[in-house]
T-cell receptor, first 114, second 111 residues
Framework: DAGVIQSPRHEVTEMGQEVTLRCKPISGHNSLFWYRQTMMRGLELLIYFNNNVPIDDSGMPEDRFSAKMPNASFSTLKIQPSEPRDSAVYFC????????????FGDGTRLSIL | QKEVEQNSGPLSVPEGAIASLNCTYSDRVSQSFFWYRQYSGKSPELIMSIYSNGDKEDGRFTAQLNKASQYVSLLIRDSQPSDSATYLCAVNPNTGNQFYFGTGTSLTVIP
């Protein structure tokens, strides 16, 4: 079975540009999570969706960040405008919506903002 | 106080020894607990889940849960150099299906 699929794997762009990260969850998983990981702050939850509806976006750093989930098989995380401090690895994870279920992570997007 | 706390290490053990990784959590009503392994440059990979007090064994890995003391641990027996990674503890607080992650413990197994 295919796991969580993220694209792109790497993104290098200049400050001020718009960045769009993409995620396809595991089929049948109705919960989707976006995380950011840095050495300084570890793994931080940015936002999560249940059945395509955003449940908790309190981790989104500021208005420059937005996330959407237009259907059960696709989600995007957008940064506009990007800044050097946004450089990090961004992970998407999915799980069944039932409580107590483990999350499964994609390979991540390594983002560098110059 | 952070929801989940881990000793960041680094923890070094010789090959063949037992590695012991510990995690404490603050939310007393948490019901499910997970250990993830993350190799450098890779994504977190689920290795163990535990829901009830006591021990759960899977191969060389044993997860231990003590809800009264609010800690969960991971033991790795017969440690191998390939076990060298960062181990993340995750707790589901039972108020939704989000997780709280610890900052991870870096383990190095010395040949």
């Amino acid at each position: 079975d295919a796991g969580v699929i993220q694209s792109p794997r790497h993104e290098v762009t200049e400050m001020g540009q718009e960045v769009t990260l993409r995620c396809k969850p595991i089929s049948g998983h109705n919960s989707l999570f976006w995380y950011r990981q840095t050495m300084m702050r570890g793994l931080e939850l940015l936002i999560y969706f249940n059945n395509n509806v955003p449940i908790d976006d309190s981790g989104m750093p500021e208005d420059r960040f937005s996330a959407k989930m237009p259907n059960a098989s696709f989600s995007t995380l957008k940064i506009q405008p990007s800044e050097p401090r946004d450089s990090a690895v961004y992970f998407c994870a999915s799980s069944p919506t039932r409580i107590n279920q483990p999350q499964h992570f994609g390979d991540g997007t390594r983002l560098s903002i110059l | 106080q952070k929801e989940v706390e881990q000793n960041s290490g680094p923890l070094s053990v010789p090959e063949g020894a037992i590695a012991s990784l510990n995690c404490t959590y603050s939310d007393r009503v948490s019901q499910s607990f997970f250990w993830y392994r993350q190799y450098s440059g890779k994504s977190p990979e689920l290795i163990m889940s535990i829901y009830s007090n006591g021990d759960k064994e899977d191969g060389r890995f044993t997860a231990q849960l003590n809800k009264a003391s609010q800690y969960v641990s991971l033991l790795i027996r017969d440690s191998q150099p390939s076990d060298s990674a960062t181990y993340l503890c995750a707790v589901n607080p039972n108020t939704g299906n989000q997780f709280y992650f610890g900052t991870g413990t870096s383990l190095t197994v010395i040949p």
